[in-house]
């Protein structure tokens, strides 16, 4: 119900547009998160927005770098990333849930995940 797209290779420095479309759930009523896991290492936060947009929410790590927003009349989120860092390269995935949320466990729905990988 989740699909995200727009992963792939960048050099440091570089910016890339992350997308998570939905389908299947009224997306509006919806809480999206990004999240990220690099390998060997667990899920960890990365950007969240509130329902309608107006409560944005970054970890310290990608905060004035990335850019979390959302089009509900297109059912996607969106997250831009820039000036990218190799320790930025995991696998990114979207989520949505009924609150604005840090934590893994607050949301019920998962998209499958886009590789970004940030080469030095």
């Known amino acids: 119900q989740l699909q995200a797209s727009g992963g792939g290779l960048v050099q440091a420095g570089g910016s890339l547009r992350l997308s998570c479309a939905a389908s299947g759930l009224t997306f509006s009523n919806y809480a999206t998160g990004w999240f990220r896991q690099a390998p060997g290492k667990d899920r960890e936060f990365v950007a969240a927005?509130?329902?309608?947009?107006?409560?944005?929410w970054y970890a310290d790590s990608v905060k004035g770098r990335f850019t979390i927003s959302r089009r509900n009349a297109r059912n996607t989120v969106y997250l831009q990333m820039n000036i990218l860092k190799p320790e930025d390269t995991a696998v990114y995935y979207c989520a949505a849930g009924e609150v604005t949320s840090r934590n893994t466990y607050d949301y019920d729905y998962w998209g499958q995940g886009t590789k970004v990988t940030v080469s030095s």
């Open positions: 927005i509130s329902w309608e947009g107006s409560d944005i």
